[in-house]
């Protein structure tokens, strides 16, 4: 710790060096203690990116070596010429160093004459004079110079003067991106096949392209798995190197989000850039020689940085890199800097700076050790850190400063059995936060947070931090003020510097004032004094260790944890990554300290030496009692449980320090490398290898994406061990490479101190190395061998068989995205090679992997050129994924795209109509109704940009045809309507207008009039009324909506449907409007205007029939009000958002309306007429007179009003009304194209039927081919959903958006149609609810399915090849592709019915692929396909039966595969794609004598989507067995979880509506719930209230509709009814649409369509009834 300063000098140095302008937020402290070289900071007053960290690393100039000569060499040159004027620092040189030393113009300074001579050798070692160079002694040189080494491992780092100015444009530089951008603009035109410079080819040669080579020059392009160094700044002392802070660290995502690493793939991934790095520092020469998980960077995406430590290699050779596994002598502990306080403040400790647990635990246990520095080391473990307030190096309280602490008396001493959030929360309350948390927990916190941390040094720090992390407003007051206050106010813990440093307790704040130290001492020194005293203390000693079990110990966990009411909220995502967290150090309980060894905090005299030696002596006697050697036992089993806290991840064999052969001897010796001969080799080194397009699509591309098996790598180890004679460099981090990826699987290190050196001398691998996968445990071995020539080179194992083609065509692909680049450059680059072929090349897999790493560029502000390569990127990647991966990582960025506010050309294009037809096509319909519709329709409200609004209402419009009435009615109309009012654009409104027009006048009539009559009463109603004036706002712009609606639908409605629809009811909405005397004067004006064109349209006589009687009375009362009425005029002011047409005349009272109703009905009409029905038409004219000038002159139109200004409010349809075709506007390049409807419209073709059998004729009869629903019009059954708006329901759904509109269910069966000869067995709808499979009952009992179109309710085709009723369909997610189940499965193609193959238990072939004209399929036996485990362990069958039928069938949509439940309780897995049965997992004991059949099947995760957007595999599978037990098995080995009795009776269906979640149904007519979080044997949610057997249900969110004879039940998971304080179903019968008729029909099963707000159910006798 020698050359280490203290925190407070390190942030006094920083602040002097950068003039106080750089923040400091925490120091990176390789010790326990206090005391770092390294800061993270951060800008204070950027306006880029003020978030962005960086680390500054402080090395001393003291040590006299070629690093800091390098760096004084750069700058002494330009140093005097640049400070003469010391104030101007802005202009201080920086010098690009990186391209300088190979001679290639990247700046304005001068190439060093001195560097190019490295060339001239042909890379060998090389010592100038001028660098002071030793080669004997430099850890920079060794197959080149250091001078070529450095620049290689550092090529963008510039140098300069330590300066807030340089380091800001440092900074700077590295967040626009343009370090390496160059580099990767390069590399993108090579791939568009044209010329280009040498960048792109040494950095694919990095990338291992055409493949890694440790014997190449080392050109100046960094690799991307370096850490890039940003700059070397000198100052008079240190040498600062910048770098970029990385959010994570191997380390942390080992011990706090081990989940990230999701799959074996990832490992591998991870590891193969690890060891890339590796083989790049090697190809230079040197040795890392200190690998381990720490020193690993990570970003969000797992691509790691691998931290060479430059501080590391100032030492000289002699001191060797790699420590040996023996003890580390203690150094001295203190601050480098003179003077510093900290000398006196850690006198007393005797850590070490190296981390031992082992010897740590065994020195403080008796008594060498004291309690403060034994719980540092803790902290240490446990990743704390000193000085980051959001993850704190943490103490215990142990005294509540009451009194002073005395041991002799138990008052004033805190309970440390209790943590302090249970001390300060209490019993009772964390019971009861336990108990009814959806999460069961206790602690909601961390144990030390950042407002407790800042609190505690409020006196201390900034008050920009205090802002930040306590109260945004500084109130000095509001901070405890005493540390008694302090103690109570806080259910956190402490912090070290209570313990040591007296400063803490001084105020810096004007406002604030010093923290005050309890009476009972008389300064902050001898509190410290007192409270160090009280933490070493007898009392707290004996206890300390319950403490640790509750903060770092086996008390976090499991039952320990609950019992000490310790229960953490466990993170929302397992699988993100953190880098803070509580990791639990240990299992076990921690042995309390050995009585009397109590370590004083004082330094060790002589007479605690001789203390400690007659405690030995005593402890000795002692040994011979019981107690003591069951204390030492206990001790000693404890150490060898937690072993693993002392990780070795490299050593420095004994014989190759003694005997260090130089690597230039190596070298020498070796097979005659060509690198060291001559200038022949020299002009060899320098040969470009050619890289074209078709040489990068070779080396991406997977012909085989099957792993290579368990012989090839063991034959690859035996090639890799016997390739070479000697040591080879590196062969230290082949060990570490080896321990990393062990502990990566294992999720413990490999290695301790004792099993190292078992293993050194006997040679026994660890037994850890028994729990690695095969293929693991092959390169592990071959790493860590003893001899170190056995070891394999980091190139071989590059090449390995370990690594599939995947993990090499993802790390070439992703490589180029990982510079420091411009996030253009990278969509370019990616989009570029990607159309080029790459991901298709690479396959599904590899493109999957590297979708996370491409996609999140895209969603970020783009301008129009890298918007559309964007959108080209995104296509690409929605072409070569598969549909599940499509769904989990492209769906979420398309999300994010389309919620960002302003314009976007990528959001333009995504709403292409093309793109979502694309979208359809691979994903499906359902999931972009659930994902991506509603932010769709959010771009049409408030005030959205006018392109993005105009393409979202296009894509509406082209899309509702394909998705059909019913779910354009639900997601598209009802939404935008429910927007009526509350900011809904003029687009929004365009939509509802233009699908009223592309599904023609019966459509119209029968689902958006009715909805827009609900909307305007409900709107009239409120304006009626005294209401509040934001309420009153609203109703008047909904009216207003719905007014500009209704001009649009009118045009193409026939004149006798408009009046019988708009005028002839008692309400008419225009009348209506015009009479209400509070309304605003535009919605006035508007609905006069509105009237009048409807007049014109409906023509005279109808007109005089139909509107004159209607305006009677308005007439009447302006004619006798003709004051008109300010405080109308004055709300109507106040209404926003108002749209007027071009050439209208505005009002300012509502007697104006006498001018826009009476001239153009005159002009319609004739006077005369119009006086004859106006018998008011004396007082109007002469107010027309008087205020207008107006009186009639007969000219045969209205001056205002009349056909030509009429049509040009029609939307541009100038034919006929009765010959009109709907028209389906489309965007493209030049405006709107019309393609014709589909589909014959009539009047009278869309009225809603009421009654359930006598529609059709019985489809059974002819299953094809329906006579008589050919004459009728698509969804002509469809009712409007209107009438749920204030009709009866008795369930209401809400929806994922606060502004969706809920299902509200009216019971009612809608259509009725007979589908087989009996009972309908169950379902299978497709996803865009258009097309619906029913699997029942048909002539002579055999299983028959039938493929029904919604939309007409007429039979496509049918599957008759079931001998057997079928139980059960599946559909498949290729080729359209049904799996149905009779007792065989059979799997056969809906669209021509042709039989695949079918799959039975009890004859000879597994499988037989055969035509539907062949018999049934033969079964082979199951042994080769069977896993041969112990039925009692794991639940897996070891020999195949016969007899069995399969009863049940379930589809994992995620792994493509089938489970099938049989009639003896076992369950058969079968691969979909290879058409092969899998494994045969038993869940009946073999003993039984009466086996269960498994009647139902489900699964989490099948078809979910997790919150990170990954896939969502299934964890667990559920069977529900005939006599009522449940079983929860594990997919990933088929142990069974869980076994327990759920019901009394058959279980007729399983669902899983969320991971933790079970619903099960039964004979025994309940439903019931259970949270598989808790203690699902013995507790449930129970819903009673069916009186028959409950025969199925379905679920819907959170929403479940089961059935039970002729009722249906209707019940929420998330607010269920009750009845005497149990849940309850409501049971209800179906009824007709008219509500006269009750269904009579006994139901059988059920599905729900949730887009379009039905479900269907079947009946006993063979009916299929739509619901709602």
């Known amino acids: 710790m020698k050359n280490e300063m203290c925190l407070s000098c390190l942030q006094n140095r920083i602040n002097l060096d950068f003039s106080n302008k750089l923040v400091f937020n925490h120091a990176v402290c390789s010790s326990p203690l206090p005391f770092a070289t390294t800061a993270v900071v951060q800008l204070a007053d950027s306006g880029e990116d003020v978030t962005a960290q960086f680390t500054l690393e402080y090395i001393p100039k003291s040590y006299n070596n070629c690093f800091v000569n390098y760096i004084n060499e750069h700058i002494e040159e330009n140093l005097d010429s640049y400070c003469k004027d010391k104030k101007n620092y802005t202009n201080l040189p920086i010098i690009n160093q990186d391209k300088a030393a190979f001679g290639i113009e990247r700046s304005e300074f001068e190439i060093k004459s001195h560097e190019s001579q490295c060339l001239l050798n042909g890379g060998r070692n090389t010592s100038f004079g001028w660098l002071g160079c030793d080669t004997s002694t430099c850890n920079f040189s060794g197959r080149f110079s250091c001078l070529r080494t450095i620049t290689a491992l550092a090529p963008v780092s510039q140098v300069g003067i330590t300066s807030y100015p340089i380091f800001k444009q440092l900074a700077l530089k590295f967040l626009s991106g343009e370090l390496e951008d160059d580099i990767l603009c390069s590399l993108t035109v090579l791939i568009e096949g044209k010329a280009t410079g040498r960048d792109s080819t040494n950095f694919l040669n990095l990338a291992g392209v055409p493949s890694f080579d440790e014997s190449s020059s080392p050109g100046c392009v960094r690799h991307p798995n370096i850490v890039p160094i940003l700059g070397m700044l000198t100052s008079a002392s240190h040498v600062n190197l910048v770098l970029p802070k990385a959010p994570y660290t191997l380390e942390n995502i080992l011990h706090y989000s081990p989940g990230a690493l999701k799959s074996d793939w990832h490992i591998r991934f991870l590891i193969y850039q690890l060891l890339s790095a590796v083989s790049h520092l090697h190809s230079l020469g040197i040795t890392h020689g200190s690998l381990c998980p720490s020193i690993v960077l990570l970003n969000d995406n797992c691509w790691c940085w691998l931290h060479v430590s430059y501080a590391q290699r100032l030492h000289s050779k002699t001191e060797s890199i790699s420590e040996e596994y023996s003890s580390v002598p203690s150094l001295e502990i203190g601050c480098c800097t003179e003077g510093c306080h900290s000398q006196e403040l850690y006198a007393d400790l005797k850590l070490s700076p190296s981390v031992d647990w082992h010897s740590s635990f065994s020195s403080w246990w008796s008594g060498e050790l004291s309690n403060f520095e034994y719980l540092l080391v803790l902290n240490k473990l446990a990743g704390r850190r000193w000085g980051d307030h959001t993850f704190h190096t943490v103490m215990p309280w142990v005294i509540d400063f009451t ?33 009814t948390s959806e999460i069961p927990h206790h602690v909601s916190d961390e144990c030390l947070s950042e ?24 109130e000095p007051n509001e901070y405890p003020s005493t540390m008694q206050r302090l103690f109570q106010w806080t259910p956190d813990e402490c912090i070290p510097e209570f313990y040591y440093d007296p400063i803490i307790f001084k105020s810096q704040h004007s406002g604030m004032s010093d923290l005050a130290i309890p009476s009972w001492s008389g300064s902050a020194e001898e509190f410290i004094n007192l409270h160090r005293d009280a933490l070493e203390s007898e009392k707290v000693s004996s206890e300390i260790h319950h403490w640790i079990d509750t903060t770092f110990g086996y008390k976090m966990s499991g039952e320990s944890a609950i019992a000490a009411k310790n229960v953490m909220l466990p993170a929302s995502t397992p699988t993100t990554l953190r880098s803070v967290g509580r990791r639990q150090l240990f299992t076990q309980p921690h042995p309390a300290r050995q009585r009397g060894a109590r370590s004083s905090h004082k330094s060790l005299t002589e007479s605690v030496l001789q203390q400690l030696v007659a405690s030995e002596v005593l402890r000795e006697k002692h040994n011979l009692e019981t107690s003591c050697l069951q204390a030492l036992e206990k001790t000693a089993s404890f150490s060898e449980h937690a072993r693993h806290l002392s990780p070795i991840y490299t050593f420095q064999p004994r014989h190759y320090v003694n005997n260090d052969p130089s690597v230039e001897e190596l070298q020498t010796e070796s097979l005659g490398n060509p690198i060291f001969e001559g200038a022949d080799a020299v002009n060899k080194c320098w040969t470009p290898t050619i890289i074209d397009l078709n040489h990068l699509l070779e080396s991406v591309e997977v012909e085989n994406e099957r792993l290579l098996g368990y012989q090839e790598l063991l034959l690859w180890k035996q090639n890799s061990s016997s390739l070479h004679i000697l040591p080879k460099v590196g062969d230290l981090d082949i060990f570490s490479i080896g321990c990393i990826l062990a502990e990566l699987y294992l999720g413990k290190p490999l290695f301790d101190r004792k099993s190292l050196e078992a293993y050194l001398e006997s040679g026994i691998l660890p037994k850890l190395m028994k729990g ?30 370990y690594f599939p083609a995947t993990v090499r065509s993802a790390y070439i692909f992703l490589a180029p995205l990982q510079l420091i680049s411009t996030i253009g450059s990278r969509i370019c680059y990616a989009a570029t090679f990607a159309k080029q072929g790459a991901l298709k090349a690479m396959g599904a897999f590899a493109a999957e992997m590297c979708a996370p790493h491409c996609l999140v560029l895209i969603v970020s502000s783009l301008s129009d050129s890298e918007g559309e390569w964007a959108f080209i990127l995104l296509k690409e990647f929605l072409r070569c994924l598969d549909p599940v991966a499509a769904g989990t990582l492209i769906f979420p960025a398309i999300q994010k795209i389309l919620q960002a506010t302003g314009y976007s050309h990528l959001k333009v294009s ?18 972009y109704l659930e994902k991506i519709h509603p932010v769709v329709l959010s771009n049409l409200y408030g005030v959205p940009n006018e392109s993005t609004a105009a393409a979202a209402s296009v894509l509406l419009v082209g899309s509702s045809e394909e998705l059909g009435v019913p779910i354009t009615v639900h997601q598209t109309i009802l939404p935008l309507i429910q927007h009526y009012g509350k900011g809904l654009c003029s687009d929004g409104i365009d939509v509802v207008i233009r699908i009223g027009v592309l599904f023609g006048e019966n459509f119209v009539v029968n689902q958006e009039l009715p909805l827009l009559r609900s909307i305007a009463s409900s709107c009239i109603n409120v304006s009626s009324v005294n209401k509040p004036e934001p309420l009153q706002s609203w109703g008047t712009l909904a009216l207003m909506d719905c007014l500009m609606t209704l001009d649009g639908l009118v045009p193409i409605l026939k004149e006798e449907v408009v009046v019988k629809e708009l005028i002839e009811e008692e309400n008419c909405i225009y009348v209506q409007v015009l009479m209400q005397c509070n309304i605003g004067i535009p919605l006035l004006q508007a609905a006069a205007r509105s009237l009048i064109a409807i007049c014109h349209q409906i023509g005279p006589n109808l007109t005089a029939l139909q509107v004159l009687p209607k305006l009677k009375e308005l007439f009447s009362e302006l004619a006798f009000s003709q004051e008109a009425s300010a405080s109308s005029a004055s709300f109507g002011e106040r209404v926003k958002g108002c749209k007027k047409k071009k050439d209208e005349v505005s009002i300012d009272s509502r007697m104006d309306l006498v001018f826009l109703l009476y001239p153009p009905l005159a002009s319609l009409l004739g006077i005369e007429k119009l006086r004859q029905c106006c018998a008011t038409w004396l007082l109007l004219e002469q107010f027309l007179l008087r205020c207008y000038n107006w009186k009639w002159e007969y000219s045969g139109e209205s001056s205002l009003t009349g056909p030509d200004n009429l049509n040009n409010r029609i939307y541009g349809l100038k034919s006929s009304r009765s010959e009109f075709s709907p028209a389906r506007k489309l965007l493209d390049t030049s405006g709107w194209s019309i393609p014709q409807a589909q589909g014959n419209r009539g009047p009278n073709t869309l009225k809603p039927h009421t009654s359930s059998h006598e529609h059709h004729h019985n489809p059974v009869d002819n299953p094809v081919k329906s006579s008589n629903v050919e004459k009728h019009e698509s969804w002509y059954w469809f009712p409007s959903p209107a009438s749920t708006w204030n009709g009866p329901y008795f369930l209401g759904r809400v929806g994922n958006s606060k502004d969706e509109l809920p299902w509200k269910i009216k019971a009612s069966v809608i259509h009725s149609v007979r589908a087989h000869h009996g009972a309908v067995r169950c379902f299978a709808v497709q996803q865009d609810e258009c097309k619906v499979f029913t699997a029942g009952v048909g002539q002579g009992f055999k299983g028959i399915i039938q493929k029904w179109d919604l939309s007409r309710i007429n039979c496509l085709s049918s599957y008759h090849g079931h001998e057997e009723v079928v139980n059960e369909i599946c559909l498949l997610a290729s080729s359209e592709r049904v799996a149905s189940c009779d007792g065989t499965v059979h799997i056969w193609n809906s669209e021509t019915g042709k039989l695949i193959s079918v799959f039975s238990e ?46 049940s069938l379930h589809y994992l949509q995620n792994s493509n595969k089938l489970v099938m439940g049989t009639g003896n309780g076992s369950l058969r897995f079968l691969d979909v794609v290879q058409g092969q049965k899998l494994h045969l997992w038993r869940t009946e004991s073999p003993e039984a004598s009466f086996p269960s059949l498994i009647s139902s099947i489900c699964s989490c995760g099948s078809d979910k989507m997790q919150a990170d957007g990954n896939a969502a595999s299934p ?43 079970l619903v099960s149904s039964s004979l025994d007519r309940t439903i019931r719930i259970w949270d598989l979080r808790r203690n699902w044997t013995s507790e449930s949610t129970v819903f009673k209230g069916h009186n028959d057997s409950v025969s199925g249900f379905s679920v819907w969110g959170q929403d479940v509709i089961s059935i039970s004879r002729n009722k249906i039940g209707l019940s929420s998971l998330s607010r269920p009814a009750y009845e005497d304080g149990q849940p309850c179903v409501t049971p209800h019968y179906l009824y007709m649409a008219d509500r006269e008729l009750r269904n009579l029909s006994a139901f059988s099963s059920i599905t729900i369509l949730p887009f379009s707000r039905l479900f269907l159910v079947g009946t006993e006798d063979g009916y299929l009834k739509i619901c709602c």
């Open 403 to 435: 009194v002073k602490p005395d041991e002799n008396c138990d008052a004033g001493w805190r309970d440390l059995r209790k943590s302090k959030w249970r001390l300060a929360k209490g019993d009772e309350q964390l019971d009861f936060t336990y108990l």
């Open 451 to 474: 407002l407790a941390v800042c609190s505690y040094k409020a006196r201390r720090l900034p008050l920009s931090v205090l802002r930040m992390a306590v109260r945004s407003v500084y």
């Open 772 to 801: 690695l996968p095969h293929h693991a445990e092959v390169v592990v071995e071959a790493c860590i061998q003893k001899e170190l020539w056995r070891r394999p080179s980091a190139k071989s194992l590059l090449e390995s068989p």
């Open 910 to 927: 995504i709403l292409q109509d093309s793109f979502v037809q694309e979208l359809w096509k691979r994903i499906g319909k359902s999931t």
């Open 1402 to 1447: 009890f004859s000879e072939d597994s499988v037989h692929h055969i035509s539907p004209l062949t018999s049934r399929s033969r079964v082979n036996l199951d042994q080769a396909n069977m896993l041969n485990f112990n039925p009692h362990l794991s639940g897996i069958m070891t020999t195949a039966f016969d007899g069995s039928l399969y009863t």
């Open 1515 to 1557: 964890s667990w599978v559920a069977s529900g067995l005939s006599s009522g037990k449940c079983r929860l098995l594990d997919v990933r080995s088929g142990h069974i979880i869980a076994s327990w009795q759920a019901h009394d009776g058959y279980i007729t269906k399983l669902a899983a509506p969320e991971d933790h979640l």
